[in-house]
């Protein structure tokens, strides 16, 4: 698992590195000579369908969370269907003019549960890849710009954490709260992240420091921390960005799996689309509906992020340009 993981972050590193030159073909033909890199991969972008897709999917997704306190129609605390609620019969409140898709276990209306769940995965994802984000950065430029024995204690550090299954870790970690909040899922779903940036990150620096303007910069002799900040890291930052794109699906997932399981938030006031899930588990039987809508809505915003952060990555393969 360990090998497997590093491995495939090895090549996208080595990957990138290459991708920092210009020229190539595009997908229809045309030569990418004589345009910079972003304009020749926004170019290749703008005529991906996959990315258009996905853009689209996560436009809708982050209008909805910013405007949900005005979309939501009714407070998502408020049990205002309590009085159809029946315990004995498992009998939950059906979809009714006001309440389009009815409400769910404790009378609380389901679509507003629904669209205010949307804020609380946003600000999961957001903060917790941003947290890996900045930590594995950190790392990365510590073992890429020093190397010798920094190098090999960060990286056997990031290889211990990669050889453990990314669930299975957060999971570890969650659970090492007394009280479990959003901040504990926010900070376990972090820490997962950190080993993949870290290396993702040295590995690109490694291939951007043979690069032709680093050795000229060593030959005029140029201070290290200056070719570091100013040539290595900025040429070796694209890739770890796209590579966040893909992060955020992974964060979604994992901060909706530690949900489900019960590491979230115990107060269920604030929706959460994962805690939503794992409080239906009790009526997948007689009321899948109320499992159904937070999973699908799981599923087609990490689909949106995947879509987006592939095409990126694809665009930046000098290997896959076409």
Known sequence: MMASRATKIDELAATAGRSTGTGGTGPDGAKDEGQSLAKSAWRRLRRNPMFLIGATIIGVFVLVALLAPW????????????????????QIPPPQPGHPLGGDQYGRDLLSRILLG??????????????????????????????????????????????????LLAVSIGALFVTQSQFSVILAVAIV?????????????????????????????????????????????????VQSTLVLAIAILDAAALSFLGLGAADDSIPEWGQMLGNAQDYFDTQPH????????????????????????????PRQRR
């Open 71 to 90: 979309l939501a129609p009714h407070d998502p605390s408020l049990r205002l269907l309590k009085d159809q609620v029946s315990n004995a019969n498992n």
């Open 193 to 241: 992240q950190v080993p993949i940036f870290a290396r993702l990150l040295r590995g690109t620096m490694l291939s951007v420091r043979e690069s032709d303007h680093v050795l000229a910069a060593k030959a005029l002799g140029v201070k290290r921390g200056a070719i570091v900040f100013r040539h290595i890291l900025p040429n070796s930052l694209g890739p770890v960005i």
């Open 118 to 167: 949307s804020q609380q995965t946003l600000l999961v994802a957001l903060l917790a890849t941003v947290i890996g984000l900045g930590i594995g950065t950190v790392l990365g430029t510590l073992a890429g710009a020093f190397g010798g024995w920094v190098d090999t204690v960060v990286m056997r550090i990031v290889d211990v954490m990669l050889s453990i299954p990314s669930l």
């Open 290 to 317: 109320l499992a159904f809508w937070p999973a699908a809505c799981i599923v087609v915003v990490a689909l949106g992020f995947t879509l987006i952060g592939e095409s990126m990555r694809e665009a930046l393969d």
